[in-house]
């Protein structure tokens, strides 16, 4: 435990910013979760689920929670996995990422 006193008021102030980012992060996490889910289902409120889980990854980002390239790298993900899901019916790995030989058709052309 801290002997200085604003080392002390350091760590009350940093604990209560940890619970406050823990619960953006998981409100995020769950409706961009919510929005995958949606899009593989193919429901009709796939399209108010991913503006919702886009606008929470942006609050997250403008709070400082996460960095706005993590935001905009996280959005990107979303709207290609919600793309993909809606498309083929496919489901992608866990992590998110495309796997190994499921380009598109444009980059493959490309090479």
Request: proline share 3%; aromatic share 0%.
């Amino acid at each position: 435990m801290a002997n200085i006193r604003s080392q002390i008021k350091r760590n009350r102030q940093n604990e209560r910013r940890r619970i406050r980012n823990k619960a953006v992060r998981s409100e995020m996490r769950t409706r961009t979760r919510n929005a995958l889910g949606a899009a593989e289902s193919a429901a009709e409120d796939t399209g108010e689920l991913v503006r919702s889980a886009m606008r929470r990854i942006d609050k997250a980002a403008a709070k400082g929670v996460i960095h706005p390239n993590q935001a905009a790298r996280r959005k990107s993900r979303l709207a290609r996995g919600v793309a993909v899901r809606l498309e083929s019916g496919d489901v992608l790995p866990e992590g998110g990422d495309a796997v190994e030989g499921d380009e598109p058709a444009e980059a493959a052309s490309r090479d």
